[in-house]
């Protein structure tokens, strides 16, 4: 069973940037996505690798802003996020893609227990 452990958050300032990592122990994984929650709001998605390392971004996450990569030898999937936000602050999560729409976290499995990204200003 692959267990799924994110790391990397922490206080930022607006402007700000942040790496944080999806490291995945168990077996290797293809495709995986990030998602964040905000308080008092729903899961969103943020970002998805494939397999082939193709991303893909919520129309708010792209522009720049961040960027998703895969290490496959480290079995891990790691977002940059750059030009941070106060609405950025949120839980960020990550979790395995089985197939179908990208930006449906229902279409996940295996969610890590988050890393918390906070904005310090």
């Avoid at 999806?22 to 709001?41: D, E, H, I, L, Y």
């Avoid at 970002?47 to 991303?55: C, D, F, L, Q, V």
């Avoid at 449906?104 to 969610?111: A, C, V």
């Amino acid at each position: 069973q692959v267990q799924l452990v994110e790391s990397g958050g922490g206080l930022v300032q607006a402007g700000g940037s942040l790496r944080l990592s999806c490291t995945a122990s168990g077996r290797a994984v293809r495709s995986v996505g990030w998602f964040r929650q905000a308080p008092g709001k729903e899961r969103e998605f943020v970002a998805h690798i494939h397999w082939s390392g193709s991303p893909a971004y919520h129309a708010n996450c792209g522009k720049g802003r961040f960027a998703i990569s895969k290490d496959n030898a480290e079995n891990s999937v790691s977002l940059q996020m750059n030009s941070l936000k106060p609405a950025y602050t949120a839980l960020y999560s990550c979790a395995i893609y089985s197939g179908g729409d990208v930006s449906d976290d229902t279409n996940y499995s295996g969610w890590g227990k988050g890393t918390l990204v906070t904005d310090s200003s």
